[in-house]
Every structure is written in structure tokens, then in C-alpha cells.
């Protein structure tokens, strides 16, 4: 790295011990300091009175912050504003920042990288359960710093790249949220003037119940909360399903999980899930062809409606003892608007379901972008 000057971590940062007595009719802030180099935030404000260790010290905005316990797992970072004054245990070491040597916000692009990271494991000892870091160690380690107009043209380019991400994840944010307005509008004019009939006569429930070979593998399904759809549990064996009643589930079926159906354990199954298996707690239901789909009815159910009417039919208190009553399932009554007006909006459904995925995928590309900016930032290379 061209024209960087080397340096010990001792030479910009420089040990402070602010202690404080701490007193009963005083208020003060306490600092809580976040891991995976998330930085620092205000942990509360409280009463001396409430704060069993009397002898503490103080922190105060801009100073470099670490946990001596956790700085392994990236605790450490500069002291914001609000948390100026505040007050921290002897578990806390604070120290002043030599801005002569090393730019502030440069130094926090240092604790973004978790760049201290490396340097605490390296000056800890110990074994793997009681390793502690050794603070002479730590600040008599090297490290090479540009100089200060180059520290301060990389904190520049990166901030701005980090706007320009910021712009984009808002507008994304709102694409999202317009499409779903959308999307619940047209369902919305389709069930007002569509005909309510009685689940069962709808979509009532298929069981396929599976007699079991102690050899064979029956690969489970899984159902996730919130309408997150379906994803795939391990196969077990029928010796190890012993005695569980098991039933086979088809690419199409409506599932409800019948113990988190009112959290939103509600989903289509699709064509990587068909013939897997689900115990009896895995409800199956099937539409009448040429009367509804199934993703329209799984859209229903995830409705405000949808979901109070499966509350209504799951008694109980909550997790595995609010269970979805199947004969008062059946009894439930759902919107079923024409067939051309439901295939209509499960094209649509598929069209934003594509940009949701889309969405994720460019979520991912920009997540990576900002660690790639700045382990290049921290090469020369930008």
C-alpha cells in the first residue's frame, strides 16, 4: 500500500479512565455496546439508586469503545451523542482518539470491517473459554494508515456509495409497499361482489394417510409463521416415525399447520414439496376445480379476515394450545369470485411474488457490496 505509514494502535489511541461515583439521587445514561461491530446505543437512563456497582467510569462522544469481554465478537465502536457522559463498568476501556493520526470516521469504518476483531483475538490469552485481552499487547500492535487527506477521500467515496444504497432501499421499500396496496386492492373489489360459501364445499380436507415401511424415507414438510410459505424438514425413516400417523402431501394442497394456522401457518404446497409428508398437525386441504384456486383462498386466509376467522375457529391460550378446530374450519365461509377473476390474480399474485424475489436477490447483491468497498478501501484499492 503506497505512501501508508506504519503505526502501533497505541500511537492514536490513548487510554482514559473517567471514574465515577456513582450517586443515589443521580440520573445516568448507561452504554450497551453491540457485537459484530454494530456499534454503540444507549442502554437506558436510570436512578443511582438502581445501579448495584457503585464505582464506575464515564464515556463520553467520540471516544473509541470496547468491550474487553466481547471485543472478540466485534464489540467496540465510537460513542455517539446520546450516549456523551455516559457511564460503564471497568469491563468497558475507553480511550481518546489521536485525529492527527487517525480520522474519526475512518476509525469507524475500521469497527463497520471489524478490523478490531482480528486485533482483539489477537492480543487475547487464555484458553478458549476464559481468553482475555491483554491491553499492552493490543495497542503495541501494528497497523498502516494512509494519511489523513487519503483516510478522509475514502470515507467520502464510501459515504457517498452508502447514500446511494440508502436511496435505493428506499424506493425499493416503497415499489414494495405500492405493489402490495395493489395487490390488496384487487383482491379487495373481487370479494365484494364475489359469493361466500362454506369452506368444505370449497376446499375440504383430503387426508392421505401412509402406512408405513420401517425402511422407506418420508421426507417432511415444514410450514413457517407469517405466511413465509413451506420449506423441507429431513427425511425420517417409518422405524423412527414409529407410531405417528403420517399423510402425503400434493403439489396444490392448501396446508394449514393446525397449532400455528392462526400466526399464519398457512401455505400452497409447490411442486418441490409434492410427496412429501407432514404429521396429523398438517392440514390438506383441496379446491374444487373450475370453482377456486388455491392461492387465491391462501390469500384470503392470510387476510386481515382471513386470519380473524382462523383465530375464531383455534380456541386457547397460544403456541400448541390455540389448535385450529377442523369441523369449525370447514364450516368457515370464503369469498369465491368467478374463476377468469381468481386466474387473473394469481397471475398478478406471480408477477409481484417475482419482483418480491427479484427484491431479495438485489437485497443480497447490496448487502455484499459495502463489505467488498471496504475491504478494498482497507487494501489501497479504492
Given at each position: 500500500m503506497k505512501n501508508w505509514i506504519p503505526y502501533r494502535l497505541g500511537d492514536f489511541l490513548e487510554r482514559k479512565h473517567d471514574s465515577v461515583s456513582v450517586d443515589s439521587f443521580t440520573k445516568y445514561k448507561r452504554i450497551t455496546i453491540k457485537t459484530k461491530g454494530q456499534g454503540i446505543e444507549l442502554r437506558d437512563e436510570?436512578?443511582?439508586?438502581?445501579?448495584?456497582?457503585?464505582?464506575?467510569?464515564?464515556?463520553?462522544?467520540?471516544?473509541?469503545?470496547?468491550?474487553?469481554?466481547?471485543?472478540?465478537?466485534?464489540?467496540?465502536?465510537?460513542?455517539?451523542?446520546?450516549?456523551?457522559?455516559?457511564?460503564?463498568?471497568?469491563?468497558?476501556?475507553?480511550?481518546?482518539?489521536?485525529e492527527k493520526i487517525i480520522d474519526?470516521?475512518?476509525?469507524?469504518?475500521?469497527?463497520?470491517?471489524?478490523?478490531?476483531?482480528?486485533?482483539?483475538?489477537?492480543a487475547s490469552e487464555g484458553t478458549t473459554n476464559r481468553r482475555y485481552l491483554r491491553e499492552n499487547k493490543f495497542l503495541n500492535l501494528p497497523i498502516s494508515l494512509p494519511l489523513i487527506p487519503e483516510q478522509q477521500r475514502i470515507v467520502s467515496k464510501i459515504e457517498s456509495v452508502k447514500?446511494?444504497?440508502?436511496?435505493?432501499?428506499?424506493?425499493?421499500?416503497?415499489?414494495?409497499?405500492?405493489?402490495?396496496?395493489?395487490?390488496?386492492?384487487?383482491?379487495?373489489?373481487?370479494?365484494?361482489?364475489?359469493?361466500?360459501?362454506?369452506?368444505?364445499?370449497?376446499?375440504?380436507?383430503?387426508?392421505?394417510?401412509?402406512?408405513?415401511?420401517?425402511?422407506?424415507?418420508?421426507?417432511?414438510?415444514?410450514?413457517?409463521?407469517?405466511?413465509?410459505?413451506?420449506?423441507?424438514k429431513p427425511a425420517l425413516t417409518g422405524l423412527e416415525v414409529a407410531t405417528k400417523k403420517i399423510f402425503q402431501i400434493k403439489q396444490g394442497d392448501l396446508v394449514f399447520s393446525n397449532v400455528f394456522?392462526?400466526?399464519?401457518?398457512?401455505?400452497?404446497?409447490?411442486?418441490?414439496?409434492?410427496?412429501?409428508?407432514?404429521?396429523?398437525?398438517?392440514?390438506?386441504?383441496?379446491?374444487?376445480?373450475?370453482?377456486?384456486?388455491?392461492?387465491?383462498?391462501?390469500?384470503?386466509?392470510?387476510?386481515?379476515?382471513?386470519?380473524?376467522?382462523?383465530?375464531?375457529?383455534?380456541p386457547g391460550g397460544a403456541g400448541r394450545n390455540k389448535t385450529l378446530g377442523l369441523d369449525k374450519l370447514m364450516k368457515i365461509k370464503i369469498p369465491v369470485p368467478d374463476f377468469t377473476s381468481q386466474k387473473e390474480f394469481v397471475e398478478l399474485l406471480h408477477k409481484v411474488n417475482a419482483i418480491k424475489n427479484?427484491?431479495?436477490?438485489?437485497?443480497?447483491?447490496?448487502n455484499q457490496l459495502m463489505p467488498a468497498l471496504l475491504d478494498k478501501a482497507f487494501k489501497g484499492e479504492l
Open positions: 436510570v436512578e443511582g439508586v438502581d445501579i448495584g456497582t457503585k464505582n464506575q467510569f464515564m464515556a463520553n462522544q467520540n471516544q473509541f469503545l470496547l468491550s474487553k469481554i466481547d471485543a472478540m465478537n466485534g464489540a467496540f465502536g465510537i460513542v455517539p451523542e446520546e450516549c456523551d457522559k455516559g457511564i460503564i463498568t471497568g469491563n468497558f476501556w475507553t480511550y481518546d482518539i489521536n474519526r470516521e475512518y476509525l469507524r469504518l475500521l469497527c463497520i470491517k471489524q478490523e478490531f476483531t482480528k486485533f482483539s483475538l489477537e447514500q446511494q444504497l440508502e436511496q435505493i432501499e428506499k424506493l425499493r421499500a416503497g415499489q414494495t409497499k405500492d405493489i402490495k396496496n395493489l395487490l390488496f386492492s384487487k383482491y379487495t373489489d373481487l370479494i365484494e361482489v364475489a359469493e361466500w360459501l362454506p369452506m368444505k364445499e370449497v376446499a375440504p380436507i383430503i387426508r392421505r394417510e401412509v402406512k408405513l415401511n420401517d425402511e422407506a424415507l418420508y421426507p417432511e414438510l415444514g410450514i413457517r409463521c407469517f405466511g413465509k410459505g413451506t420449506f423441507h394456522a392462526w400466526e399464519g401457518g398457512i401455505a400452497v404446497a409447490k411442486e418441490e414439496d409434492n410427496d412429501r409428508y407432514g404429521s396429523h398437525r398438517f392440514i390438506s386441504c383441496v379446491a374444487h376445480k373450475e370453482k377456486a384456486l388455491e392461492e387465491f383462498l391462501c390469500f384470503h386466509f392470510l387476510s386481515p379476515k382471513g386470519l380473524e376467522d382462523i383465530n375464531a375457529c383455534s427479484q427484491h431479495t436477490e438485489i437485497e443480497k447483491e447490496l
